[in-house]
């Protein structure tokens, strides 16, 4: 990329970044539930709805209203157009007060680790650096101050109330009977309850079960869990590289992310100024961030694998800590003796911090120091709440490779490495692959939660097969989708860049669609109550011609809205009761809702329900229309005949009759 | 769309169509395979690789040649550069001697249907109507020309043999272990051979297992086959409507589908020149065809589905069945006693075909005529091989009215007219949803197994959640490679624009990009015998750093390459060990590579492999380095340690010693 290029895209960022506020979805607001056992407000997408017409002729219509529907929203402060965002400022400290009053932490002086101070003093980086970072914090002498430690002493926090209401959606308050029905799920033995209470949250965490990952130098995040009882999360990632991306850009990919519905955030960057793009990140952020430490311990020794040292490591888990990440991606189950297992693989060992790993092992001879360091590495996670997310070093790189010795060895050593953890109370997720045929999708499940002992799996697809670069978005939400139905708790989202370069804000979108879909599918497979709400109100509103309502219920109004005005768009075209696919004589919903008018109408006439009752008798013994009882069922035939022409000539609405209040503010 | 956009749109499209010679892929040439029984040349793409780099230094490199790549190929003439094609005169007609062979069919004098005669006779029409149409044919009278009728009496066609070479795509040739390797497949029951012979392909003809469409009328069709014993198809939907869309973008999105894997195209057309814009598709198309005949019979009578007539879906079958339609969709099973089940459904009926018949059998109170004419159908069915989709046209439009009581019973009504076509050895798919959770996908193919007798499903999707419009290739793609795995034969892709508008040409590759994904993640899957080659060698290639390998045995290869020219648009970039997402030096793959080389190393080396087993028994037992056998493990540690730098040192190629070969001709 030229440099003239270069400056522009950055230029484009700082513009969105430096505009912000209000980024609200159409015909939607954001709504705030309040808590009952903290004072606490839970933020929620709220989607009105324009009236559906039910009856009445072209001069009289009658029109019933329909029900906003809540939907789920990652978008935190940034769809709230009331709030005033400042990105150089950050967000506002919606944990603060939870903190302070938990009295279990403390503030220090300034940043513990080493690199942290060079950066601070070094004045070169003055122009780039976060200026209003916050008091860094953390837990008091002999304190632990993880969600998982309260939760196992019984203590509900108001973090694990938030996740309760925010996972339950308003789903009690859902008034329509249509809109609540759902098909039962197979959820392959969760336990996914009707309503989800704080309580249940509470002993998801405290049995390993859950995650709610929330540094305590993260107060802007605002809470959410990962596990297989709870609605299934999408993970993007972002992150500049030595070869492409700056600053502004990742902060725009982080808001990008999160208007679109990443649940958490993971910055992958390994390029320069790496420890400044995380404050800015961090501090702009209203979901958790992850991090691969191993990547900037790398940068730090010149990235020569076989220079990295323990000490060099813990340094960089402390100066991360201490700027909020909420989880670390930590390779420690790549052993010595399971990497010669990866030699005849097709594609040996992908997982860039378990190649780093792998190399530093055979360089040294020496155990993984991640490895033989762990419970050091639970004392640091505990101080800040930093939750693990146990890196598969091992996944398999290709379909050739998928579910081999190394993979599952690796495995089992993470579900000992996860014990270990909860010994400290320390929460933590497990991460997997990668590139698995369909068919061997859910063993991976089912391997991890017999050696993870239900801690939630965190997958990155899979990818169900090698030959489409440019389309692993689909290749891998196939995968997911599956994956997250047989149990898995989050699924990382992969690009149609993915192999081929780093993705754009587009890429991004488009990952996170596909991954959207997935999880969601994965939902209705597990038949997670209410998940279907949304389906259903979109659905009816499909049904019912209300086309602003079917874009604005979906994942991506602006695209649907887009696709729609390319060959209608007309306003009219947003109340005309056809699309152009079929034209306006062959829709086949309108004519259905002529049929439906007509049988409805059929139901509450007795006579005629026995007219139609013989009628199928005839059909079904092979007997013509003329056999007995013929005069009823001719008769009946008739009139029913004549009377449907005259109901079909009515329904044809046209577009002038339906109401304005569909249309897009 | 103004009237100028569309005479631009019309404009390029006709610049397309009329440039369509050598629509060849990068580093690919046409190869045909010769036939044993019958005097056959089968096509297929061969994808040239570029060598391995396996060792050697700097100076002196040393490579080693892969072998070409067989990849099934749906483009027919139009990839292969040594043939001249003009659209306006139509494709050659490859089966133009077999069908002479057999001599059980004759030429007609003229058009037989009533409608075909009053088109040909209005002048009006001359100046869009296809020049160059070959004469008719039709069954000499008392004959049956249907595939499965040959099948039933043990003859082995040339359509047959063709099929048998085409699916096998050159396995047995494949000379590289590595590539031949390939996981144990979970096909639930289905029987896939190692090998496809032209005897098993006649065996699942005979028994309904199968089907290949192919009409006498369409002798430039490229014989393929659907079956669940065979490689899964894809369909893709073109057809304009009285909203957009001309007969030249038809055709050219009929071409643009042949080239990005369409194995078979519907023609869903229901504007103004139906009959012409087919003639132009059929001439044109290398894969079958398929209609739905009740579109264009509403078109005869105005869009007033009560006007409909048996003889005049008659006249339509044979005008459609003359000029080569391969299959017909046919609403047979939407009885009138179903119609009713649809009336609290959700979304009502969502099949065009399957909405008009229910309009019809209401208005009249009679059973639909498809119904009770289908005998006569299957009469004309056999008299030009037009096989049977029979369409589900009480398919569910909603997640909330999958899988439902009409649903089924409309399938189990197929079932019966399945065999009904089989009397007269009349070959039959049928056709399923539509909108399915993830969860219940499993039970339409069992269902659809059991009450069809076998007979080839072949699927819309099905869309596992209804929250995405604009995004319903994925929702679909999900579960339509999960229905491939469980044994559906063809899966109807939905574009991005499904429930929005019309297809163009990107949303047509869009959606034909994720079918072919979702087909060959089944395959896969399943286990289809050769189906993992072209994942190993792409994922060999990717690991080799060969780039444009990679893309070349990608689906895409030219949206591959445009995304790596994003970041890295410099030909150094193609021959670089690394890529712009991780930068030069935190490439894993390199690292692996590295790792790789050392433990290859290793195992040549008995010694050094017992001082690594030694060096686990210490790890594993919880040991230090220093017990015994101490001083081996620590002298080869510290040894292994400086072989394994000097080497690593070693192994950073630059990227000038890669071999030329690789370059995009």
Redesign the interface.
Known sequence: ?SSNNRRQRREQAEAFINNVTGQSYPNSQKIYVQGTLHDIQVGMREVTQSDSLVGGGKDNPVFEPNEPICVYDTSGPYSDDTININVHQGLPQLRKAWLDQRDDSEFIGSVSSNFSQQRLADEGLDHIRFEHLPKIRQAQSGQNVSQMHYARQGIITPEMEYVAIRENMKLADVKDE?LK?Q?P??SFGASIPKEITAEFVRQEIACGRAVLPANINHPEVEPMIIGRNFLIKVNANIGN????SSIEEEVEKLLWSTKWGADTVMDLS??RYIHETREWIIRNSPVPIGTVPI?QA?EKVN?I??DLTWEIFRDTLIEQAEQGVDYFTIHAGV???Y??M??K????????G???M??WC??????NFLYTHFEEICQIMKTYDVSFSLGDGLRP????D?NDEAQFSELRTLGELTQIAWQHDVQVMVEGPG?V????VKENMEEQLEHCHEAPFYTLGPL????????DH??S??GA??IG?YGCAMLCYVT??E????P?KDDVKEGL??Y???A???D????HPGA?V???A???A??EFRWHD??N????PE??L???D????QESGKVAHF???????????K??????D???N??SDAIEIKV?DS??KI??SGES?HSEPAYS?EQ???A??AE??EL?SELYHSATQQPETDKVD
């Open positions: 990329m249509l029905h098909h799920g197979n590289s030595a070869v492409s390994t390029g990547y790398l990235g694998a076989e052993l010595l003796r990497v010669p990866t030699a693989r097709l594609t040996g060992i992908v997982s860039r378990g190649a780093i792998a190399k055979l360089a040294h001879h020496q155990e790189g290709s379909i050739a998928a590139h045929p369909l068919h061997m169900t097969t090698d030959i489409a670069p440019g389309y689909i290749t939400g196939i989708a599956n139905w149609p860049k192999h081929l370069g780093l754009n669609m596909t959207k879909i997935a969601h599918a994965g209705l497979a597990k038949g279907q949304r389906d259903n979109l659905s009816k499909r049904f079917q874009f219920l979906g994942l991506d695209r649907a887009q696709y729609h390319e060959t209608l768009p699309c152009s696919m079929c034209g306006p004589k062959f829709c086949s919903m004519i259905t809702q002529e049929v439906r007509y049988a409805a059929l139901e139609l009628l199928d059909i079904q229309a069922a009946g035939m008739q029913k005949s449907f022409k079909g």
